[in-house]
């Protein structure tokens, strides 16, 4: 194993590891904010069930936390990006 | 399959950035996404210019043009300021309105046929636009608190306990000042870049599908999904115009009256 990688070439190696990092990193930085908007949207789907008169409202505070708990996964997302094409 | 294995998609370089029309190699290089912001601009005061001229003229029942303009401007006083904002913030419904149907109509760019790029895929409008809302709801802050209160009421939120305060109020004041423009603008901008990739892989994938050999027997599958995805896009652009107004809303609201 360590001979196959004392062979390739170091420009290589970067790019490939690198690629792995931008993989890993986007998959692990969507764990988080998933889980989250599945709370947010679950409990608010919970709240205009019980009140549906108040549904409206419930959207609006359903759209900011779930733009809010989003935030995290597009930041992942851009690290992908920044590692992988630039 | 190793025909599809071996698909060149294009370097992302090419996806995004387009050669200067005008003035090349100056400051003011103008491209195709300067011009389809020019567009934006157009569309956007062509529609309520014209919208306003028609309601000038006694137009009781609102068609067309008008009909867009006025349910455009109900939902941004009803779903967007009222809820957040309240009775007070009312005067902002210009700003506010101006604000979505831009956004709105420079994301919806990325689905019409032979435009297909949206403007905020491109970091400079949005982070443009974040940087005008710090400067106004700063400026909003401190013209209703006073700097000392604006700032006190920033970084020290009512019912902290003393111990933790210092903690608190750090934080607080990076997510106010530093953060909050800069998730603004990401928010945006990243999601309109994925939004606009994850169209060009199944437009690639169909295009290179579409051979005449057996391999064209899956050529339905990305094709429809990229009909789903354009409709899914639209939906994304009206979200994420909705989500940029109604934090720009939340901001300028939460700066005007201090949590108690």
């Known amino acids: ?86 | 399959m190793i025909n599809l294995l071996a698909l060149d998609f294009p370097p992302i370089g090419h996806l995004v950035e387009w050669e200067g029309l005008l003035f090349k190699g100056t400051a003011f290089e103008v491209n195709k996404v300067v011009i389809l912001m020019w567009a934006g601009v157009l569309i956007v005061g062509g529609l309520f210019w014209a919208a306003g001229r028609k309601a000038k003229t006694g137009n009781l029942v609102p068609v067309g043009v008008q009909h867009i303009a006025e349910s455009g401007i109900e939902f941004v006083r009803k779903d967007i300021i009222l809820q957040t904002m309240g009775k007070e913030g009312l005067g902002w419904a210009p700003f506010l309105t101006t604000m979505f149907f831009f956004i709105f109509v420079t994301n919806l760019f990325e689905v019409i046929p032979g435009i297909q790029f949206p403007v905020n895929a491109r970091m400079a409008l949005p982070i443009f636009l974040a940087v005008v809302v710090w400067f106004i709801y700063n400026i909003v802050g401190i013209k209703h608190q006073g700097v000392g209160g604006y700032l006190k009421s920033v970084v020290m939120p009512p019912g902290v306990p003393k111990g933790i305060l210092p903690l608190v109020a750090l934080i607080e004041f990076i997510s106010t000042f530093v953060v909050r423009p800069f998730s603004l603008a990401v928010r945006l901008f990243a999601n309109m870049l994925a939004g606009h990739l994850l169209l060009v892989t199944f437009a690639v994938l169909s295009a290179a599908l579409f051979t005449k050999t057996l391999l064209a027997v899956i050529l339905p599958l990305p094709f429809i999904m990229l009909i789903l995805l354009t409709g899914f896009e639209i939906l994304v652009a009206g979200l994420q115009a909705f989500i940029f107004t109604i934090l720009t809303a939340v901001y300028i609201g939460g700066a005007m009256h201090p949590e108690h």
Do not use: C, H
């Open chain 1, 1 to 86: 194993m360590l001979d196959i990688l004392a062979q390739t070439a170091p420009d290589e190696m970067l790019k490939g590891l690198s690629a792995i990092g931008a993989g890993i990193g986007y998959g692990a930085a969507a764990i988080g904010p998933g889980i989250g908007i599945g709370i947010v949207v679950g409990n608010a789907i919970t709240a205009m069930a019980r009140q549906p008169e108040a549904a409206g409202m419930v959207r609006t505070t359903m759209f900011l936390g779930i733009a809010f708990t989003e935030a995290l996964a597009l930041i992942g997302f851009v690290v992908f990006i920044l590692l992988k094409f630039a």
